[in-house]
């Protein structure tokens, strides 16, 4: 009996491993695991930045940087107008990876959506301000703007930078 105690003790030790403890929601992290966070957010950003520069680079059609950190191929699209917050847009948009490869089938489609009173993805938020009814874009953006670290818990896995197409109506 002391034997399978003694196995059995060993087996629950050697079982068990040192996890990383995160605060419950709404809980602070320490500043060190702020600072491990933000040096993993800048290195992700930048090595996307880098990748999706290169993807352009390969491309037959231009892309411009937008100030949110994202690109499109739409030149000078800041200085169209820019729609106010609470603009009633319809709009559809199909997502990419960047072997241009269709993520979901169909197109998500979103009618009558009040500018800065919906739940989307900020990147497409933002070319809406600017594209006029009967207007196309593509845009590239960067995880942290699209999913991020979770990514949409069905088919785009975390840290994913994204290709969106997108029509206004």
């Not at 059995?8 to 500043?31: A, D, E, N, W, Y």
């Not at 930045?49 to 030149?75: C, L, V």
């Not at 594209?131 to 995880?143: D, F, H, M, Q, R």
């Amino acid at each position: 009996m002391k034997y399978f105690i003694l196995i059995f003790s060993v087996i629950l030790i050697s079982c068990s491993k040192q996890t990383q403890v995160h605060p419950p929601v709404g809980g602070l992290l320490s500043q060190e695991d702020l600072a491990v966070s933000r040096n993993r957010s800048k290195n992700l950003n930048e090595n996307e930045r880098s990748q999706i520069q290169t993807w352009i680079n390969n491309q037959d059609e231009k892309f411009y940087p937008m100030a949110m950190n994202y690109w499109t191929n739409r030149a000078n699209l800041v200085s169209e107008p820019k729609k106010f917050e609470g603009t009633a847009v319809t709009y559809q948009y199909e997502i990419y990876d960047f072997d241009n490869t269709k993520i979901y089938p169909g197109s998500f489609s979103k009618q009558n959506v009040k500018l800065g009173k919906f739940e989307d993805l900020k990147a497409v938020e933002n070319v809406l301000h600017y594209l006029k009814s009967g207007e196309e874009a593509t845009l590239l953006v960067p995880s942290g703007l699209a999913f991020g670290t979770y990514g949409d818990n069905k088919k785009i896995s975390n840290d994913v930078p994204l290709i969106i197409k997108i029509k206004v109506f």
